[in-house]
């Protein structure tokens, strides 16, 4: 299986901020990237696929990049709804894995 | 607006076979990917299997042996069945739906998730 090593675990930000989450892949996975963003109790939310397509009703304040095994999750002005945990995803093979995540907390 | 809705016992036996429906509702089952994800109590996700409407399906290879997934379009159902459950299997069971048409890669759609704890 291909291993998604998510950086940072946490980290503590203030509504403003410029946040980057990065997934780095034990290979290659050409851009077959999707990011989810999950709150307490709830289920994920799908937010982008093919590392910088944004899935329709997503704010326009994240957006993804990247290539071959390093990809990154970027909101550009942090909300107080965004305060949540973020997980990345490849889906290049089967089976699809994912990050163990990156906790978004206030500062 | 597609819904779906897990169900199932929330307290399986060690040794025995874990099993859960999700229905589906406001929406066809045709042309999707019907999935199964889990969440261990205070970790990551774990990608466990899905079924496209064909009934074709594939399964997380660690886990192949023991899980099978199941389609009922009749009842816009898909079930999942784990065997022979250790407290490994203890999480929080997502079933979803995973939208691969048009290049698109999406779990797009997800129940509220059911937790399952593997206890004697």
């Known amino acids: 299986d291909i291993q998604m090593t998510q950086s940072p675990s946490s980290l503590s930000a203030s509504v403003g901020d410029r946040v980057t989450i990065t997934c780095r892949a034990s290979q290659g996975i050409g851009n077959s990237v999707a990011w989810y963003q999950q709150k307490p109790g709830k289920a994920p939310k799908f937010l982008l696929y093919?590392?910088?397509t944004l899935e329709s009703g997503v704010p326009s304040r994240f957006s993804g990049s990247g290539s071959g095994t390093d990809y990154t999750l970027t909101i550009s002005s942090l909300q107080p709804e965004d305060f949540a945990t973020y997980y990345c995803q490849q889906y290049y093979t089967t089976p699809p894995t994912f990050g163990g995540g990156t906790k978004v907390e206030i500062k | 607006q597609v819904q779906l809705q897990e169900s199932g016992p929330g307290l399986v036996k060690p040794s025995e076979t874990l099993s859960l429906t999700c229905s589906v509702s406001g929406g066809s089952i045709s042309g999707y990917y019907w999935t199964w994800i889990r969440q261990p109590p205070g970790k990551g996700l774990e990608w466990i299997g899905y079924?496209?409407?064909?009934?074709?399906?594939t399964y997380k290879p660690s886990l192949k042996s023991r899980v099978t997934i199941s389609l009922d379009t009749s009842k816009n159902q898909f079930s999942l069945k784990v065997s022979s459950v250790t407290a490994a299997d203890t999480a929080v069971y997502y079933c979803?739906?995973?939208?691969?048409?048009?290049?698109?890669?999406?779990?797009?759609?997800w129940g509220q998730g059911t937790t399952v704890i593997v206890t004697s």
């Open positions: 093919a590392t910088s």
């Open positions: 079924i496209h409407d064909s009934g074709s399906t």
């Open positions: 979803a739906r995973t939208d691969m048409t048009f290049l698109r890669y999406a779990v797009d759609v």
